[in-house]
């Protein structure tokens, strides 16, 4: 005879799940926060639940809405601090990552707890997956809000399997056959050193690093140094199968700066010395008219949220794509990365 938790457990897996309904674990209601379903919210639904002692015990249940939504917001919860968020991530197997092949300034504040992007409040941060032009990355993302802004500061997110079908096979097919290629460099006084990237100091340990992770590199005068890695643009998702829109092709575009920071750019360098650029994997240029696509796509995916403090946003990093809206006043974002995953597909 089946328990009454066995039958909860099959209604859960039978049932849509709607605004304020009861999860099968109990104590926890799910949700959304309007007709998008994404992200899907969990909210206590009592007084006095303790977020990672319920995530613990419900991991099969978070999996599975991970795995469909993409997105999950834990809101209400009682996580206010970074020692919460990592008991929190300790309860869920986070197995965290280092931030390698790093890109943007960032505090390292413990274990492998870091802040979020440090840019400028008045900067936005286009969506993109974390780490996708690594041969390793993580497959869950994590952000904590200890301090929301008065105005802005969003973390906007976009289900890119929906990027993916809303690209359409002109764009898809030509970047499946050819994959995408990053062109990095180094040593022009714009972004990290290479160095900081990728947390080496000599340049026989780089070496050794950039054969291990399919990196070709250049040495450029005496400290300056171009890689370029060409990564699939297109993935399968491990778990689900799913074709995923997985890269930082419009990222990394010199076409996706804002115009006051591209034209001094091209005047101070020449295309091919830029700090970041894409291109197709055979080296070849990105139509415009790609990116105008690649761009709206993702436009027409994106949901945003105001944050509230406490608000914990656990992301399927192969699914969802994340970004930063432009905010006023104080704002304190924890992050985080785990479960790495290293492709087979390059």
Request: glycine residues 8%; charged residues 25%; proline residues 5%.
């Amino acid at each position: 005879m089946k328990s009454l938790e066995q039958v909860r457990l099959e209604l859960l897996k039978s049932q849509s799940i709607r605004r304020r309904e009861n999860s099968s674990a109990g104590f926890v209601k799910m949700g959304y926060l309007g007709s998008e379903a994404l992200p899907l919210i969990m909210e206590p639904d009592i007084d006095g639940v303790d977020l990672p002692f319920w995530a613990s015990a419900n991991l099969e249940i978070i999996e599975e809405h991970l795995l469909k939504h993409g997105a999950i917001l834990f809101r209400g919860f009682d996580v206010l601090t970074q020692a919460g968020f990592q008991r929190f991530l300790n309860s869920v197997n986070a197995d965290l990552m280092e931030y390698n092949e790093s890109a943007t300034p960032r505090t390292r504040l413990g274990g492998n707890i870091y802040t979020s992007t440090e840019f400028p409040a008045k900067q936005s941060i286009a969506l993109h997956n974390e780490l996708s032009y690594a041969l390793t990355y993580p497959m869950r993302v994590w952000f904590l809000c200890l301090q929301s802004p008065p105005k802005g500061g969003e973390t906007p997110i976009a289900d890119v399997r929906r990027v993916y079908d809303l690209i359409g096979p002109k764009a898809t097919e030509r970047f499946i056959r050819k994959g995408w290629m990053l062109v990095r460099n180094f040593g022009n006084g714009l972004g990290p050193s290479w160095q900081s990237s990728y947390h080496v100091n000599e340049k026989g340990s780089a070496e050794e690093l950039f054969r291990r992770t399919k990196i070709e590199f250049e040495w450029r005068g005496e400290d300056g140094l171009r890689t370029r890695q060409v990564r699939p643009a297109v993935s399968k998702h491990p778990a689900t199968g799913e074709k995923v829109w997985f890269n930082h092709v419009a990222f990394w575009h010199v076409s996706s700066l804002e115009p006051e920071v591209r034209e001094p750019m091209l005047r101070l360098f020449d295309e091919e010395d830029l700090p970041y650029n894409t291109y197709y994997g055979d080296g070849s240029p990105i139509e415009c008219s790609i990116l105008d696509d690649l761009r709206e796509a993702y436009r027409q995916s994106t949901v945003a949220f105001a944050w509230q403090k406490g608000d914990l946003l656990m992301l399927e990093n192969m699914l969802v794509a994340h970004g930063r809206r432009p905010f006023e006043g104080s704002r304190r974002i924890l992050a985080a990365m785990g479960q790495p995953f290293t492709r087979t597909d390059t």
